[in-house]
């Protein structure tokens, strides 16, 4: 059985859909809350590893986007067009962990090394220019969080590894963005591979390799006065205080 890559599921968990490295996309529709039984089907085939999927969910319609190292798609798996084949969105595609969905607005965010795109229905939105790797992405409140692979080696990797020591080479840097007033509003490092973000009780977590969790409790909401300038309120983290 092929490694899965992505994963994305709805608030009920009633629709499920599943991206494996070998190019399939299955989806699994039914009540897995109350296992009262369940239907799956692959919906999507293809020769290129899928990177990413994302559910956007309205009143009556579903449309799964699927990511591939080569390509967007768009698939409506309920309601109105559901049965036609996949439609390509862009022929660019992104890496694993690169596509989240806004679940405010629906929109598909996915980031490439150039910048941060958005999706919707209608097609591709304008882009957020931000210059940098990127291993994760997801969407936190009015933010846009990264999480960027440490830097190769070049001419500042003898300063970093007099710095840092060993550590040099496990370097992550988390960002969260402001796409709206194009600023970043935080920024730091972390000693250690982060595996995944997420958001629960209203804060942001990451996860590192080593099963550790660290959040960003401070409330990132209000930071920035009404000029957009910002507030001299102190913002603190627990990102990297409890691995370094």
């Known amino acids: 059985m092929s490694q899965i890559s992505a994963f994305a599921a709805t608030e009920d968990l009633s629709q499920v859909a599943v991206g494996f490295a ?3 996309v299955t989806v699994i529709r039914g ?4 296992d009262l039984g369940t239907k799956q089907r692959i919906i999507y085939e293809s020769d290129e590893p899928i990177t990413g999927v994302e559910l956007h969910v309205d009143a009556s319609l579903t449309t799964l986007f699927i990511a591939t190292t080569a390509r967007i798609l768009k698939l409506v798996i309920l309601g109105k067009g559901h049965g036609q084949p996949p439609k390509t969105v862009e022929d660019t595609g992104c ?3 690169c596509m989240a969905v806004d679940k405010r607005t629906g929109n598909i965010v996915v980031g490439r090394e150039d910048a941060i795109y958005y999706y919707t229905l209608d097609g591709r939105g304008p882009p957020t220019a931000y210059e940098a790797p990127k291993k994760l992405i997801s969407v936190y409140q009015d933010y846009i969080a990264l999480v960027s692979p440490p830097a190769p080696a070049g001419e500042t990797d003898t300063m970093r590894r007099r710095f840092w020591g060993a550590a ?3 370097i992550y840097a988390f960002t969260l963005i402001h796409p709206d007033l194009r600023i970043i509003a935080h920024s730091e490092t972390v000693l ?3 595996k995944h973000m997420f958001e629960l009780w209203g804060d942001l977590y990451i996860l590192t390799q080593e099963g550790k969790v660290g959040s960003l409790p401070w409330p990132v909401k209000g930071t920035f006065g009404a000029d957009n300038t910002r507030s001299s309120a102190t913002t603190k983290s627990r990102f990297s205080s409890g691995w370094r």
């Open 31 to 34: 009540d897995l809350i109350h």
């Open 22 to 24: 070998n190019g399939a």
């Open 95 to 97: 890496g694993v962990g």
């Open 168 to 170: 040099a080479d496990s």
């Open 192 to 194: 250690s591979d982060v």
